[in-house]
């Protein structure tokens, strides 16, 4: 069975039902409230696309963390239903159902059961979609199949019919977040194998020689068979890794730090004997003496540090519930590989890619943080404020999480500089001179009225240059409440004849550079 | 296939003018022009469409060095990351003191994959390049001092044994010939009068000229940013809109609103 929760970025964020919201990573939009998507915003345009569509529309960076903490809610319902469940990421999760279902009398019942006790965790219960197949991929199919009818009821696909309810789907859904990369499916589309019956009709083999191991997973998943069985082995036993706490970790952070280093160790491990996890079960254990398990899995193989994340987030959600009984302080974290497969040397042509370049960066990166010390390796972080030095701050890379993304940093600042923004940000601003027609240094009232015309400029003492033309100037009076902080300064931008363009600022008779739009 | 290659001495035509099976040499020598050249073309790191035009191969070869210089540089180096990081890249910065990152993120670059190394001493310059170009797959440099000749090719050895791409920026000098120059000029604002308006968008015109395959200069007109901060193709005013703008009839707007 998968559950499948509609737009969970947007439901995490608990908004109202019927605001226009649109959640944005790298400056697209990956996720919309249905209010949003009446009004024409779409995954994969840019934030002004979005912004000109509809208006009203929230946005707001992604924040994974916030959506694997709010899904742990939703999960903790269904521990009392299934005893494995399966996350596959925030907002889906797949629960085998053999045992479940017989004692809960058949699949549709089950089914109805998981339907109402998520959506009950939902302001919108029928954004919550649940379906019952042979495997993961045809369940998540029939999952979302089951969004798309009013009210969302669950679709259950008879044992063995997964084969003829996947068949009529076209092949773009094995792409991402498929199984299969999307060049792949793109090759497949392109040679005439439009649906998965097309694919399934073809000879295995041929899908093999042509596509290798891609081939025969896309041929058993388009069958309706379980995509696991060719590439997996048993794991060995003493695979599994523990760290133990003493004293036991009362804040998230030692304890996720703690599971970080077993991470990599784990990770170093399997690479060892050339093995690569798809599947991972989590144990936490409380002083206490609850223990908190789950397990885990993503499209493809967990690198070290999705599995660090996934510690903390376990931790995370698990801290943030209610009803937390006797918790103790974390004594014990166990990671077990449920699934692995041989670590392929072109892991990037079976599972997309992205992770194998973000596992090069993050340990080069450790060697030049080794060379010039944490301290000169940076990544760059949302701050907050109206000055273009504010906006985006530098921070050691150590203290970024490493997979997280860039965090909420987008709330307005009313009188700040609107786009576009100068490429160049002095840390240490340059002292300027402009002075108008006659000479003079021009300055700024109280009212924010320039004194005189820019005509002339000058930059840390250098030669003069014409100004071709000039707007502004932008007024903002800050910590108009802290004697210490209070700042009243204008900001102006200047082009000068030469066709270059600053950003100044003037706070009473002194002018600096704050940045250049080169 | 066959019938269709001109090779006077492969294929012998018989008297009564059908053509024998031509001889072994001329298969062979067939059988070389319709090999698949080892696909240069998948090495290679894409960019943005507006920038294809000034590439020999439509994208960024792994391997190669390129250099920018004139006003525009900073935006432009960051406009010629963005496709890449925004498909999953590394791009390091080395040097570049002073970035602005929000303009990089409406550019598209994705900041979540960016390293950048600020305040490298000198003499461990060429050690830290290395180790980066060995992280990332775009290394975007800006050396404040003379690189040394052999550091240079060093580098450009190690980066094209693992595929990254350097990209020397802010006019900085480099002791060896890049491989391709892209030259950003006639910076040209819009949105800005004496005292009224903003910066809305610059129109700018980059030309490429370099070794081997770039030797032949190319040109795009670009809007670098655009009006919503990125980048843009610019399609040229027609010469009577242009000469009228001039005179001061025609208000200046941001360009493609004239265009119709």
Same mark, same amino acid.
């Given at each position: *069975?998968?559950?499948?929760?509609?737009?969970?970025?947007?439901?995490?964020?608990?908004?109202?039902?019927?605001?226009?919201?649109?959640?944005?990573?790298?400056?697209?939009?990956?996720?919309?409230?249905?209010?949003?998507?009446?009004?024409?915003?779409?995954?994969?345009?840019?934030?002004?696309?979005?912004?000109?569509?509809?208006? +009203?529309?929230?946005?707001?960076?992604?924040?994974?963390?916030?959506?694997?903490?709010?899904?742990?809610?939703?999960?903790?319902?269904?521990?009392?239903?299934?005893?494995?469940?399966?996350?596959?990421?925030?907002?889906?999760?797949?629960?085998?159902?053999?045992?479940?279902?017989?004692?809960?009398?058949?699949?549709?019942?089950?089914?109805?059961?998981?339907?109402?006790?998520?959506?009950?965790?939902? !302001?919108?219960?029928?954004?919550?979609?649940?379906?019952?197949?042979?495997?993961?991929?045809?369940?998540?199919?029939?999952?979302?199949?089951?969004?798309?009818?009013?009210?969302?009821?669950? *679709?259950?696909?008879?044992?063995?019919?997964?084969?003829?309810?996947?068949? #009529? *789907?076209?092949?773009?859904?094995?792409? %991402?977040?498929?199984?299969?990369?999307?060049?792949?499916?793109?090759?497949?589309?392109?040679?005439?194998?439009?649906?998965?019956?097309?694919?399934?009709?073809? !000879?295995?083999?041929?899908?093999?020689?042509?596509?290798?191991?891609?081939?025969?997973?896309?041929?058993?998943?388009?069958?309706?068979?379980?995509?696991?069985?060719?590439?997996?082995? /048993?794991?060995?036993?003493?695979?599994?890794?523990?760290? +133990?706490?003493?004293?036991?970790? /009362?804040?998230?952070?030692?304890?996720?730090?703690?599971?970080?280093?077993?991470? !990599?160790?784990?990770?170093?491990?399997?690479?060892?004997?050339?093995?690569?996890?798809?599947?991972?079960?989590?144990?936490?254990?409380?002083?206490?003496?609850?223990?908190?398990?789950?397990? =885990?899995? !993503?499209?493809?193989?967990?690198?070290?540090?999705?599995?660090?994340?996934?510690?903390?987030?376990?931790?995370?959600?698990?801290?943030?519930? #209610?009803?937390?009984?006797?918790?103790?302080?974390?004594?014990?974290? +166990?990671?077990?590989?449920?699934?692995?497969?041989?670590?392929?040397?072109?892991?990037?042509?079976?599972?997309?890619?992205?992770?194998?370049?973000?596992?090069?960066?993050?340990?080069?990166?450790?060697?030049?943080?080794?060379?010039?010390?944490?301290?000169?390796?940076? *990544?760059?972080? #949302?701050?907050?404020?109206?000055?273009?030095?504010?906006?985006?701050?530098?921070?050691?890379?150590?203290?970024?999480?490493?997979?997280?993304?860039?965090?909420?940093?987008?709330?307005?600042?009313?009188?700040?500089?609107?786009? #576009?923004?100068?490429?160049?940000?002095?840390?240490?601003?340059?002292?300027?001179?402009?002075?108008?027609?006659?000479?003079?240094?021009?300055?700024?009232?109280?009212?924010?009225?320039?004194?005189?015309?820019?005509?002339?400029?000058?930059?840390?003492?250098?030669? =003069?240059?014409?100004?071709?033309? =000039?707007?502004?100037?932008?007024?903002?009076?800050?910590?108009?409440?802290?004697?210490?902080?209070?700042?009243?300064?204008?900001?102006?931008?200047?082009?000068?004849?030469?066709?270059?363009?600053?950003?100044?600022?003037?706070?009473?008779?002194?002018?600096?550079? /704050?940045?250049?739009?080169? | 296939?066959?019938?269709?290659?001109?090779?006077?001495?492969?294929?012998?035509?018989?008297?009564?003018?059908?053509?024998?099976?031509?001889?072994?040499?001329?298969?062979?020598?067939?059988?070389?022009?319709?090999?698949?050249?080892?696909?240069?073309?998948?090495?290679?790191?894409?960019?943005?469409?507006?920038?294809?035009?000034?590439?020999?191969?439509?994208?960024?070869?792994?391997?190669?060095?390129?250099?920018?210089?004139?006003?525009?540089?900073?935006?432009?180096?960051?406009?010629?990351?963005?496709?890449?990081?925004?498909?999953?890249?590394?791009?390091?910065?080395?040097?570049?003191?002073?970035?602005?990152?929000?303009?990089?993120?409406?550019?598209?670059?994705?900041?979540?994959?960016?390293?950048?190394?600020?305040?490298?001493?000198?003499?461990?310059?060429?050690?830290?390049?290395?180790?980066?170009?060995?992280?990332?797959?775009?290394?975007?440099?800006?050396?404040?001092?003379?690189?040394?000749?052999?550091?240079?090719?060093?580098?450009?050895?190690?980066?094209?044994?693992?595929? %990254?791409?350097?990209?020397?920026?802010?006019?900085?000098?480099?002791?060896?010939?890049?491989?391709?120059?892209?030259?950003?000029?006639?910076?040209?604002?819009?949105?800005?009068?004496?005292?009224?308006?903003?910066?809305?968008?610059?129109?700018?015109?980059?030309?490429?000229?370099?070794?081997?395959?770039?030797?032949?200069?190319?040109?795009?007109?670009?809007?670098?940013?655009?009006?919503?901060?990125?980048?843009?193709?610019?399609?040229?005013?027609?010469?009577?809109?242009?000469?009228?703008?001039?005179?001061?009839?025609?208000?200046?707007?941001?360009?493609?609103?004239?265009?119709?």
């Amino acid at each position: *069975m998968v559950v499948w929760c509609r737009d969970w970025p947007v439901v995490a964020l608990d908004v109202a039902v019927g605001e226009p919201v649109a959640v944005l990573r790298a400056n697209r939009v990956v996720a919309t409230s249905a209010a949003a998507r009446v009004a024409g915003v779409v995954e994969g345009q840019r934030r002004r696309e979005a912004q000109r569509r509809c208006p +009203e529309v929230t946005v707001v960076e992604r924040d994974v963390d916030l959506e694997a903490r709010a899904f742990d809610r939703v999960v903790g319902v269904l521990d009392d239903i299934a005893p494995r469940i399966e996350i596959v990421r925030p907002g889906v999760c797949a629960i085998p159902t053999r045992g479940p279902s017989r004692y809960f009398g058949g699949d549709p019942a089950l089914a109805d059961l998981v339907r109402s006790s998520v959506g009950a965790q939902l !302001d919108d219960p029928s954004g919550c979609g649940v379906g019952i197949a042979d495997g993961p991929f045809p369940a998540t199919l029939a999952a979302r199949r089951s969004l798309g009818r009013p009210g969302a009821p669950p *679709m259950v696909i008879a044992a063995g019919a997964s084969g003829s309810f996947v068949g #009529p *789907m076209p092949t773009a859904t094995l792409a %991402s977040p498929g199984p299969l990369s999307n060049e792949l499916v793109e090759v497949m589309v392109r040679l005439g194998l439009v649906r998965l019956s097309d694919l399934a009709g073809m !000879d295995p083999s041929d899908l093999a020689d042509r596509f290798g191991a891609d081939g025969v997973v896309a041929h058993r998943l388009a069958s309706g068979l379980d995509d696991r069985v060719p590439h997996l082995i /048993e794991p060995p036993p003493d695979l599994t890794c523990t760290v +133990e706490l003493d004293p036991p970790a /009362e804040r998230v952070d030692q304890a996720a730090f703690a599971g970080k280093t077993l991470a !990599d160790g784990f990770a170093d491990e399997l690479d060892r004997r050339a093995l690569a996890a798809t599947r991972v079960a989590i144990a936490v254990h409380t002083t206490g003496g609850a223990v908190i398990e789950r397990l =885990w899995r !993503d499209g493809g193989t967990l690198s070290a540090a999705a599995i660090a994340q996934r510690i903390r987030w376990q931790l995370d959600g698990w801290l943030s519930r #209610p009803h937390a009984v006797s918790r103790g302080g974390v004594c014990r974290i +166990e990671l077990r590989p449920e699934d692995v497969g041989r670590a392929l040397a072109r892991q990037d042509g079976l599972w997309g890619g992205a992770d194998e370049r973000d596992e090069r960066a993050r340990r080069a990166a450790a060697r030049l943080v080794a060379l010039v010390g944490p301290a000169s390796v940076r *990544m760059p972080e #949302p701050g907050g404020g109206r000055s273009a030095g504010e906006q985006m701050r530098l921070v050691p890379m150590d203290l970024v999480d490493p997979a997280g993304g860039a965090r909420a940093g987008v709330s307005p600042w009313p009188g700040s500089i609107p786009a #576009p923004h100068p490429t160049m940000v002095l840390a240490r601003p340059a002292d300027a001179e402009v002075v108008d027609a006659r000479g003079r240094l021009v300055m700024i009232s109280a009212r924010g009225v320039l004194s005189g015309t820019p005509t002339r400029m000058s930059i840390r003492g250098g030669p =003069w240059e014409e100004v071709g033309g =000039w707007a502004g100037p932008w007024l903002t009076d800050e910590r108009w409440w802290d004697p210490e902080g209070h700042r009243r300064r204008a900001r102006v931008q200047v082009i000068t004849a030469s066709g270059v363009a600053h950003l100044l600022a003037v706070e009473d008779r002194r002018w600096w550079v /704050e940045g250049t739009y080169d | 296939m066959i019938r269709s290659i001109n090779s006077p001495d492969g294929v012998r035509n018989s008297p009564d003018g059908v053509r024998n099976s031509p001889d072994p040499g001329s298969v062979d020598r067939l059988a070389e022009m319709i090999r698949p050249t080892a696909l240069a073309a998948d090495r290679t790191l894409p960019v943005h469409p507006a920038l294809a035009p000034l590439f020999a191969r439509g994208a960024l070869q792994r391997g190669s060095v390129v250099r920018l210089c004139g006003p525009g540089a900073t935006s432009l180096t960051l406009a010629l990351v963005a496709q890449a990081s925004s498909e999953g890249a590394w791009v390091g910065f080395v040097g570049t003191d002073d970035l602005g990152w929000s303009a990089a993120a409406d550019l598209g670059v994705d900041l979540g994959r960016v390293l950048v190394v600020e305040q490298v001493p000198t003499g461990q310059w060429s050690t830290v390049t290395a180790a980066l170009v060995d992280a990332v797959e775009v290394v975007v440099m800006a050396p404040d001092h003379l690189v040394r000749h052999g550091d240079a090719r060093r580098l450009a050895a190690r980066s094209r044994e693992r595929g %990254s791409v350097l990209v020397v920026t802010r006019s900085a000098p480099w002791p060896i010939e890049p491989d391709i120059t892209l030259h950003a000029t006639e910076p040209r604002w819009e949105g800005v009068g004496r005292g009224h308006g903003r910066l809305v968008a610059r129109s700018l015109t980059v030309s490429a000229d370099g070794r081997r395959s770039a030797a032949t200069e190319r040109r795009a007109s670009l809007w670098l940013p655009g009006g919503a901060g990125d980048l843009a193709v610019r399609h040229p005013v027609p010469d009577e809109i242009a000469r009228r703008r001039e005179a001061g009839a025609v208000p200046e707007v941001h360009g493609t609103a004239l265009v119709s």
